[in-house]
């Protein structure tokens, strides 16, 4: 196995949402192999400290604004990538968000706000980018899924459906674009801490039930995120399309511990 397959040296990489949480993570890990970043927020101001960060790595990075429930607002990122950088290699749907409500409290405005950000979002962002990608035949999509894509939860239902959704885009987009040397992958972290349920976190029992379910008996850790990523953004990963990579530690296998047998 040669070292030069994950090395991204070169390559241009956008991550949407990177004004906090795993999408720095994913975005310093993709710089810390090589590539150039373009990082998005809706406001770029709170850009200001990652892009220090990534150019203190020697690496350089484009602060943008995003909104992705603004049509306009994708078009006028991603044009502006392209002409500053010359060329789009990569990109990380990484924006999202989430309201944890039981069903029955769910609003319309609520599956609107969810929806329309992680999968109508994740949709026209790369939509925008393949236009870029075709021409040259060659592109890498990692749409940010989660465990959700393939099971469900109380709780989060518009969640879990917009997930899941990304998951068959996925696929979709993946048969869509293969002809053009695109791959289009989703890569799914299980149960990570994060700004959106730090509060659940604060309760140790529901820590010590959730570290029961899971095999590896933690929850994620962001770093535990950047060898996937960097995977699928790179030349090592070239065969691999429309797949769902799950990061989480194993509770998707679905397995629960055994009950000790009585004597």
């Known amino acids: 196995m040669k ?3 994950f090395d991204l040296t070169g390559k241009v990489a956008i991550v949407t949402g990177t004004s906090r949480g795993l999408g720095q993570y994913l975005g310093r890990a993709l710089a810390k192999a090589g590539a150039d970043l373009v990082i998005t927020s809706r406001d770029p101001a709170k850009l200001s400290s990652f892009q220090k960060e990534i150019e203190a790595l020697g690496r350089r990075a484009l602060p943008l604004a995003l909104d992705v429930r603004d049509h306009d607002s ?5 044009e502006a990538a392209a002409a500053h950088f010359g060329r789009i ?12 409500k039981p069903a029955l409290e769910v609003s319309w405005a609520d599956w609107n706000l969810i929806l329309e950000t992680n999968l109508r979002g994740t949709f026209f962002v790369s939509q925008a980018v393949a236009r870029h990608m075709i021409p040259k035949k060659f592109g890498r999509i990692i749409n940010i899924g989660s465990v959700t894509c393939v099971a ?7 969640y879990g459906a917009s997930r899941g959704g990304v998951k068959q885009l996925t696929m979709s987009l993946a048969d869509d674009w293969g002809m053009h040397g695109i791959t289009v992958n989703c890569l799914a972290p299980g149960w990570f801490k994060t700004a959106q349920n730090a509060v659940m976190y604060e309760n140790q029992e529901w820590v010590d039930y959730l570290c029961d379910r899971i095999p590896l ?3 994620g850790q962001p770093t535990d995120l950047d060898g996937a990523v960097v995977f699928l953004a790179s030349d090592a990963s070239e ?4 797949q769902t990579l799950l990061v989480d530690g194993g509770i ?6 055994a009950l000790p047998n009585k004597k």
């Open 217 to 219: 008996k933690r929850p």
């Open 74 to 78: 994708i078009q006028k990122m991603v």
């Open 152 to 158: 469900g939860y109380a709780g989060l239902a518009p």
């Open 3 to 5: 070292a030069e397959l």
């Open 252 to 257: 998707s296998g679905g397995a629960t511990r």
């Open 239 to 242: 065969y691999v399309t429309a």
């Open 89 to 100: 290699d990569i990109l990380v749907n990484n924006a999202g968000c989430n309201v944890r």
